[in-house]
């Protein structure tokens, strides 16, 4: 009986660090991948921000954004 119950709690164990290994090794995995992505867009965003056609905003006193430059909150009021 003794014996039985030593197997059964061994077995259960090597379940659990099993599991418990595969989820940190898939959580560590998907946290690469997450991160990775991430750099890609800032990269991508980086690179946007330098296209001729993109235009920079300002956010202004009243918390409106508006283009940099010429067209300040004079012309707008």
Known sequence: ????ILLFT???LIIY???RRI???WSGKFKADEEEARLLRRQRDLAERQ????????RGDDGT???KGKDDADKRH
Do not use: E, S, T
Not at 1 to 4: D, E, G, N, P, V
Not at 52 to 58: C, F, M, N
């Open 10 to 12: 061994l077995i259960a």
């Open 51 to 58: 296209r001729p056609d993109v235009i920079d905003l300002k």
């Open 1 to 4: 009986m003794l014996l039985r």
């Open 17 to 19: 660090f099993g599991i």
């Open 65 to 67: 954004y508006r283009p």
């Open 23 to 25: 989820w940190k090794d």
